[in-house]
């Protein structure tokens, strides 16, 4: 449901323990900073900075007095390995306090505290480490920081004998995009003399991130510690850095289990607050999350769509819990319940039994088992590549199988060629649906292949290239280009498209970053009047000797005028795209045919009021010789509710007979 929610809710947890504990220790020892006698002369330092560090040796004082005074055999249970790392990478934690005591092997920091470990920092008012009972403890104003992720809390506890704590009142700033990193132990101290620059939880100007959330508020009013445990029971986290109003998600009966570089993970019932008014339930379902998982897919169990064409109009779905197969290879299933065709009894979405499955549908009589639908999806990786299965049952009449059934599988990486990065993939496809303009819907029966393809985008003088080049190999079983019948070909193709966009008469806005005024959108408009162009070409061939080529031109305005803040028409987009297609040769198939050689795709986007706002686009065939000569052969029309933080939107295509709602956040930094 929300796509880029990755690695995002968990970790939090083990970013103060991973500061708290960062070893298995149970004592802590100061060591005196002299490279060439490191624990000869123990003493306490007057100054206000001490360095100590963690070791699993049990170590008293003789004389409470005098204190870190070590027994005179410690030399011979420190191992000589322990002086090398100390005079090379030594894990030091550094303590700076305006003023520093103990008494009764209790040791107070009093005053603008500042501890670092490993690159780990943390400040507060005080701090006390209770030696005998190897408790350490901090209150008022703490602040923790690793890296990018940055913690405030009001009082935080840990026994590292009982390996039990708490903190309360935690709220904080995540970058999942730098979680496991920051996580590590060899972590980099460059971040030292940015603290304050940190400490800015809640931000007065944000930068939106396309196409992805790596950055969340976090809010919790305790969180709990025993063993590799954590607990919270209600966590807030919001998307938007600068107010959680809009959208946030309530995270209930959070607990979390470490194992290595794995976290496990459970929840109860969640919620997605829309306005602080809307609650939508979802589920985060139990997971492992490794760093080969790259993401936690957070959406909602229910799903409700329009597919008139394999399901005979509205269905409604709920998605199970993910099931790990082995390793990191999961299966969702989502069975579906479909509404319209149950309500009519029967069904136009098959055709006549024992006939070809490009025929034309047909009207035929259903039973229970036709009632019901099931899509899934299995991914995981193999070696270095990513393996994805997509399937979906539209009856469970064992009669129908094989007209019900559908499936397309992708195994992919990426690879580097001719000095740029490529993605590589094989494929395999069992009864695929392709729209092909005038020509209509068309059917690839059986199919598998190999492509190589890359895409690149830059910006030149302000003008915005988008470049894409593949090459494919295939064997497909489909349905051939003037009749029903199903032709099996050997194809190759090449297709190569760049598209610019020109900016004629534009406004740039003079800053990237948005603030609080700044309600219905997540980044500024650049108005005016730009140019779009694009030009394609593509050559295809078959092992029976026919082929075909086209060349393709197309050059048409944009028009974005408003700013989308105030609440009545404040945003119109107009776009125009004329395209024309130079052809020859003629294919084997429907699904690839060139037909519409003139085409005029318009786009619309209106706000209406406030976050409402209709988009609207579709392509209209121009082409003098054919049939659908001045009507549409492809539209789309959604009205969407948007904010800056999250947009929802619902759907419809008249041709191709299908519809749904869509729902995504904004991430921000």
Do not use: C
């Not at 069975?335 to 055709?351: A, D, H, N, W």
Request: overall charge neutral.
């Amino acid at each position: 449901m929300i796509a880029g929610f990755s690695k995002k809710v968990i970790y939090l947890s083990f970013l103060f323990v991973s500061f708290i504990q960062p070893s298995k220790s149970v004592d802590i020892y100061k060591i005196n900073n002299n490279k060439n006698n490191l624990i000869s002369n123990p003493s306490w330092s007057k100054s206000n900075i001490h360095k100590i560090f963690f070791r699993s040796s049990i170590l008293s004082s003789k004389d409470n007095s005098e204190i870190f005074n070590f027994d005179k055999n410690v030399s011979n249970q420190i191992p000589d390995p322990l002086f090398a790392a100390n005079n090379n990478q030594q894990k030091e934690l550094i303590i700076q306090a305006d003023k520093q005591s103990e008494n009764n092997n209790i040791i107070n920091a009093e005053g603008n505290v500042s501890v670092s470990y490993n690159g780990k920092f943390l400040k507060a008012d005080n701090l006390i480490y209770d030696k005998l009972n190897k408790k350490i403890s901090a209150k008022g104003n703490i602040d923790l920081i690793l890296g990018d992720q940055i913690f405030q809390v009001s009082q935080f506890e840990y026994n590292f004998i009982s390996e039990k704590g708490f903190l309360l009142d935690v709220k904080g700033s995540i970058n999942t995009n730098t979680l496991l990193d920051d996580l590590s132990p060899n972590f980099n101290l460059s971040d030292s003399y940015q603290i304050e620059k940190f400490l800015e939880i809640q931000k007065k100007e944000v930068l939106n991130t396309p196409g992805r959330v790596d950055n969340w508020l976090f809010y919790t009013d305790k969180m709990t510690i025993d063993g590799k445990t954590w607990k919270s029971k209600k966590a807030i986290f919001s998307n938007d850095l600068l107010e959680s109003k809009q959208a946030k998600l309530a995270i209930n009966s959070l607990e979390v289990v470490y194992e290595a570089d794995k976290l496990k993970f459970k929840s109860s019932l969640n919620y997605l607050i829309l306005e602080e008014k809307l609650s939508i339930p979802f589920w985060l379902r139990n997971r492992t999350i490794s760093k080969s998982k790259d993401s936690l897919n957070l959406r909602n169990r229910w799903n409700l769509g329009y597919d008139n064409l394999d399901k005979d109009g509205y269905f409604i779905g709920r998605k199970f819990n993910s099931i790990d197969i082995y390793d990191d290879f999961v299966i969702d299933l989502e069975p579906q319940f479909l509404i319209q065709r149950s309500i009519k009894g029967y069904t136009k979405s098959f055709v006549k039994e024992g006939e070809l499955i490009t025929s034309e549908k047909v009207k035929r009589n259903i039973g229970f088992e036709d009632y019901f639908a099931l899509k899934s999806q299995i991914k995981g990786p193999i070696q270095n590549w990513d393996l994805e299965i997509e399937n979906n049952l539209n009856s469970f009449d064992v009669d129908k199988f094989s007209d019900a059934f559908r499936s397309k599988s992708t195994l992919s990486k990426e690879i580097n060629f001719l000095n740029s990065t490529w993605n590589k993939s094989f494929y395999g496809i069992y009864r695929d649906r392709v729209w092909n303009g005038s020509l209509g819907e068309a059917e690839i029966y059986l199919g598998y292949g190999a492509e190589l393809r890359k895409k690149n985008t830059w910006v030149v003088n302000g003008i915005k290239k988008t470049e894409f080049l593949s090459f494919g190999l295939a064997n497909i079983k489909a349905e051939a280009l003037n009749t029903k019948d199903l032709v099996r070909e050997l194809k190759g193709n090449l297709f190569y498209s760049i598209d610019q966009k020109f900016p004629i008469i534009t406004a740039e806005p003079n800053n990237k970053s948005i603030d609080i005024s700044y309600r219905y959108i997540p980044e500024p408009i650049t108005q005016g009047l730009s140019l779009s162009t694009r030009l394609e070409t593509a050559i295809s061939v078959y092992e029976n000797g026919d082929h075909q080529e086209h060349l393709g031109l197309g050059i048409g305005p944009e028009l974005i005028f408003g700013n989308f803040k105030n609440k009545t028409f404040d945003y119109t987009r107009l776009s125009l795209f004329p395209f024309y297609k130079l052809t020859s040769g003629e294919s084997v198939f429907k699904f690839d045919q060139n037909y519409d050689k003139f085409t005029l795709k318009i786009a619309l986007d209106q706000q209406l009021f406030g976050p409402v706002v209709l988009n609207s686009s579709g392509t209209l065939n121009l082409t003098n010789d054919s049939d659908d000569y001045g009507e549409f052969i492809d539209s789309k029309v959604s009205l969407n509710w948007k904010k800056r933080s999250y947009e929802f939107g619902i759907f419809y295509q008249p041709l191709n007979q299908s519809g749904g709602i869509s729902f995504g956040l904004f991430g921000f930094r």
